[in-house]
């Protein structure tokens, strides 16, 4: 009977030795997969820029960057980041190229265009991106998600996101706008 009792302890022992070795073997997670992960286990939250007087929905993994540019809002993660910029025609912003001139100087591609848009796309250094202009007649948004391309498939909703952004001047502007 004790050497069976001992025989159990050495074979719980060594199930916990190996059982340890197991877990780390087969709870590899590579960056692309813990980013989908953060993606589809993510809120949305919505965000008021008075710098930029537009309002912004990202995914709750992303983190707002305090930026001192009251031109620029940056939400961010590891190697992927969402900027929201804006250049305001009426206060005399000094523009001698469209931000869609921008991209395309740089390399970008033109994926799509409309009257009021166009989507752009290209690489910089390591990182992809893909962009939005937005003329609305008074200021150029310009809505750009970069990534590792490592994570070009856990990107795909954030280019979904760029893709559909149109954007909304808060209520508090159109009331001071409408006296």
């Known amino acids: 009977m004790r050497k ?20 780390s073997f087969n709870n590899v997670i590579t960056g692309n997969d813990s980013l989908a992960i953060e993606l589809g286990n993510s809120d949305t939250i919505l965000y008021h820029s ?30 992927v980041s969402l900027s929201f910029m804006v250049q305001d025609l009426q206060k005399g912003d000094d523009i001698f190229r469209t931000p869609g001139q921008q991209l395309m100087g740089m390399g970008a591609e033109l994926i799509e265009a409309d009257d009021n848009y166009s989507i752009h796309q290209g690489t910089e250094g390591e990182l992809e991106y893909y962009g939005k202009v937005i003329d609305d007649s008074t200021r150029f948004i310009t809505v750009i998600l970069r990534y590792n391309p490592n994570h070009s498939e856990a990107a795909g909703p954030l280019r979904q996101l760029v893709h559909d952004y149109m954007p909304n001047r808060s209520m508090h502007s159109r009331s001071e706008s409408s006296q």
């Open 4 to 23: 069976l009792l001992y025989l159990l302890i050495l074979m719980l022992c060594v199930a916990c030795g190996n059982r340890q070795q197991l877990k």
């Open 50 to 79: 008075p710098h930029l007087d537009i309002d912004i929905s990202y995914p709750s993994y992303l983190r707002h960057q305090y930026l001192a540019d009251d031109q620029m809002e940056v939400f961010m993660t590891d190697d």
